[in-house]
Nanobody, 115 residues
């Protein structure tokens, strides 16, 4: 199994930046895709960004040009650099790891953007 732990959330003013981290442990060799999702109050969880084991990257339209996903294989960690944050980016951000057989989720980290 894969275990994921997010960190880096917090309160930031609109226009500010935060960097989220997702540390993976366990059967990390089996991970094919690492992704970030978010869920705002009263809304469904939505896709934010993903990076494959071949470093193919995809972003939601709402964050293109503002967010950057990256990975550090030596640290088994995926990052989400979030710039030019907006109040509508406020949500709990979750990390997801996908293998051929299952997917794992982290516990989430709260991001609050004040206007």
């Amino acid at each position: 199994q894969v275990q994921l732990v997010e960190s880096g959330g917090g309160l930031v003013q609109a226009g500010g930046s935060l960097r989220l981290s997702c540390a993976a442990s366990g059967s990390i060799f089996s991970i094919r895709v690492m992704g970030w999702y978010r869920q705002a109050p009263g809304k469904q969880r939505e896709f934010v960004a993903a990076i494959t084991s071949e470093s193919i990257i995809n972003y939601a339209d709402s964050v293109k040009g503002r967010f950057t996903i990256s990975r550090d294989n030596a640290k088994n960690t995926v990052y989400l650099q979030m710039n030019s944050l907006k109040p509508e980016d406020t949500a709990v951000y979750y990390c997801k790891g996908v293998t051929y057989h299952y997917e794992s989720w982290g516990q989430g980290t709260q991001v609050t953007v004040a206007s």
